[in-house]
């Protein structure tokens, strides 16, 4: 026991010790960004169906135009766990991209219309051309995105973070840049084909501010009105729950399976405690009235 | 030891392969009747648990392997193909991923155990050493795995870490070309170190054989530091007492670890491994693993590169140097009351230089990483050296069985404390 005590009693000396250092900079400054609510979030979160949905046509209708997602296929959108599209919708939204094939048999390259079967298409042919096309940025592929960024939690929140599961580092950091332009401070002049963003790092960005109130139209409910606010904050959270999705395509079933298994372990420890227990009751000095 | 073989054969079978191949006598010696000190607390479940992970992590890795793509256009994409197409490949996956970082929790939780309680002290140096050559592989081992995935932590990672064998003068350039098969970390990097991070795994099984038969042979430490006097009185049969033990330690070590593989598999791994491998684009803070950090700390410490993989290399080739450096006569620092101090400060230096090893080479992060760099040493080569000499070790008890039964009943204890009184004080 005495252990245990000096083990923790040393532990706080150093949290303390370091908490009063201070703080590593962030590469170059840029806002913290705020936690934001997802449905994914914690132990039991699973994606919302709808928001997966309109995050593909956001990402459809938008991104798409310069971000390649070359890991994820069109049959990924009806699997389970995912946005769940139907397979007659899957090849609809497949359909509508056209492919580069080939060669057929005369050895020509051809194009024909998207299948279930086909990555999503990349918006340029080569690195090169997508700089080109883009004053000399390069938009990454976004397929693994929402892991592939975080930013620093620090002392003592990163701790914490391990009771209360939160890994949402990538999309709460998605979501606020894509929210986050504002005009530069006084003082600043930026050069053409950078823009101001309050939560990139070193607030300088490539990517221009690209999600505007009423932009893009979302399926009407049964009252005629829209499924979900047409805002550009609303675009922005269900592009980055598709992207999380797109990033973790089994989330879901991990952490179900997580829960099965924790549950076992847990009574299997139970069992293996009280067995163990009885077991070491039979030594002579543990059974009563030896002594 | 184990002394005289305790086994006999029961069955016809049995008997037949006795007089061949005694192989049912040695798992019956060394697993069944093996005795084992009744005082042994949870912190020596440790290596039943290491036993464990070790081969979780070559079940993982030999999976993995059968889908992985060890070449530099197409090992982060089958990477991620393993995450997304392959059956249960995400569990696969983060099992092994996670598994390296619970292998070193654990192997750190046994080592920091071996230094409390001095399971390195005569009669187990040799047993001692082979667990430090265990734990160079598995530091290599680890390390060549964070590069397959050839994500921008793995490429930058391997470049600085191999480019710190150029400080070695005259041969460095050399060696160093010779470790990347070229002029930089490329293609030819990645396949060989593909091919020797399959093979170091049993490599480290082959020394963890080496490492349990020298434990079968001088036996267990335990918390009193003690050596077994009456086998009868101080010691339990392995099985059931340890085998129970261990696998209740093990279960709930197993506990905290699919935690971690099913709720927060990315916590221990950095965002940019995620961002494939780009030879032109240096990420802003190049960090190895969480394990590696305090040895990072130490290296960046000194401000001269060779000085700085030297220190580097000392910081863990020390260790095998502790049984003769700890002059203490006592064993376990429960009885060592200013070694016990040293210890914990020793411990909390170790998580200061991890913390330390995480900041950028600035100030003030330098002088502290030089000046808890300079504790780290000192522990080795100034408090334990010296303490054996001068300091007064607290009354131990007689023996193991005394330990145990003295702190059973309040009772019992003061007539077994009495018999201790009459045993000799051991001074360091």
Redesign the interface.
């Known amino acids: 026991m005495n252990?245990f005590r000096?083990t923790l009693a040393?532990?706080a000396?150093?949290l303390i010790?370091?908490a009063t250092?201070?703080a590593?900079?962030a590469?170059?400054g840029g806002t913290k960004p705020p936690g934001y609510a997802w449905s994914f979030d914690g132990?039991f979160g699973t994606f919302d169906r709808a928001q997966l949905q309109r995050g593909y046509k956001v990402y459809r209708e938008v991104c798409s135009a310069c971000h390649a997602m070359g890991?994820v296929r069109f049959r990924?959108l009806s699997q389970k766990g995912g946005p769940e599209f139907s397979e007659a919708q899957v090849r609809a939204l497949a359909a509508d991209f056209k492919i580069m094939d080939g060669p057929n048999d005369q050895g020509e390259m051809f194009e024909r219309p998207g299948r279930p079967s086909d990555a999503f298409p990349k918006p340029f042919p080569n690195e090169q051309a997508a700089r080109a096309a883009n004053g000399g940025a390069y938009p990454?592929d976004m397929?693994?995105l929402a892991?592939?960024?975080?930013y620093e939690r620090g002392f003592p929140l990163f701790l914490f973070?391990?009771l209360t599961?939160y890994?949402e580092?990538?999309p709460d950091y998605i979501k606020a840049v894509m929210t986050g332009y504002e005009d530069p401070p006084a003082g600043t002049t930026l050069q053409p084909g950078q823009n101001w963003n309050k939560y990139m790092?070193g607030n300088i960005i490539a990517m221009p501010n690209v999600l505007n109130d009423g932009q893009i139209e979302y399926p009407k409910g049964p009252d005629g009105k829209p499924s979900a606010p047409e805002t550009a904050k609303q675009y922005a959270a269900d592009v980055t729950a598709f992207l999380m999705w797109a990033?973790e395509?089994?989330m879901e079933q991990?952490?179900r399976?997580?829960?099965q298994?924790?549950v076992f372990?847990?009574l299997?420890?139970g069992l293996?405690?009280f067995?163990?227990k009885r077991?070491?009751s039979r030594?002579p000095?543990?059974a009563p009235g030896t002594? | 030891m184990s002394g005289p073989s305790t086994y006999v054969p029961k069955w016809g079978i049995a008997k037949w392969m006795d007089a061949r191949l005694p192989l049912p006598r040695m798992v019956y010696d060394s697993f069944i009747a093996y005795p084992v000190p009744r005082n042994l607390n949870y912190f020596w479940t440790f290596g039943g648990i290491l036993m464990l992970m070790l081969v979780s992590q070559i079940i993982t890795g030999v999976v993995l392997a059968m889908h992985y793509t060890p070449h530099s256009t197409m090992a982060f994409n089958s990477v991620e193909s393993i995450m997304r197409d392959v059956e249960y490949g995400w569990l696969m996956r983060y099992m092994h991923a996670n598994g390296a970082s619970f292998f070193f929790i654990a192997v750190y939780i046994h080592i920091f155990r071996g230094l409390y309680y001095g399971s390195y002290k005569a009669p187990r140096e040799v047993l001692w050493i082979l667990g430090c050559i265990i734990f160079l592989l598995m530091m290599a081992t680890a390390f060549m795995g964070y590069v397959l995935p050839w994500g921008q932590m793995s490429f930058w990672g391997a470049t600085v870490i191999t480019n710190l064998f150029s400080a070695i003068p005259v041969v460095g350039e050399t060696i160093v070309t010779f470790l990347w098969g070229g002029y930089s970390v490329d293609n030819p990097t990645l396949t060989r170190f593909f091919s020797l991070h399959f093979l170091l795994p049993f490599m480290i099984f082959g020394v963890v054989i080496l490492h349990v038969w020298a434990l079968h042979v001088t036996g267990q430490n335990n918390p009193t530091g003690i050596e077994v006097k009456a086998v009868q009185k101080d010691t339990v049969p392995f099985t059931p007492y340890a085998t129970i033990k261990d696998a209740f330690a093990m279960i709930c070590f197993f506990l905290v670890f699919s935690y971690f593989i099913f709720y927060m598999p990315n916590y221990l791994g950095h965002a940019d491994n995620y961002v494939q491998a780009n030879p032109a684009v240096t990420p802003p803070h190049i960090v190895p693993e969480w394990y590696f950090l305090p040895f990072y700390a130490i290296l960046r410490a000194v401000p001269d590169k060779l000085g700085g993989v030297l220190l580097m290399g000392a910081a863990v080739v020390i260790l095998a140097f502790l049984p003769w450096l700890d002059t203490s006569k006592v064993k376990s620092m429960s009885y060592r009351p200013l070694a016990r101090q040293c210890f914990w400060a020793f411990a909390v230096t170790c998580i200061v230089l991890g913390w330390l090893g995480s900041r950028p080479a600035e100030q003030p992060y330098v002088l502290l990483s030089q000046i808890f760099s300079a504790l780290y040493f000192a522990y080795f080569l100034i408090a334990l050296p010296l303490l054996g000499l001068f300091e007064t070790p607290n009354k131990l008890p007689g023996s193991i069985a005394e330990s145990v039964l003295g702190k059973m009943k309040g009772g019992s204890a003061a007539a077994v404390g009495a018999a201790a009184a009459s045993e000799p004080n051991t001074k360091g």
Do not use: M
């Open positions: 252990l000096t040393a532990c000396a150093i010790g370091s250092l201070p590593a900079h590469a170059g132990p890991l990924n990454p397929s693994v892991k592939a960024r975080n973070d391990i599961q890994q580092g990538g790092p990033a395509p089994h991990r952490k399976i997580g829960f298994v924790i372990l847990v299997f420890a293996l405690y067995t163990k077991i070491w030594l000095e543990h002594h």
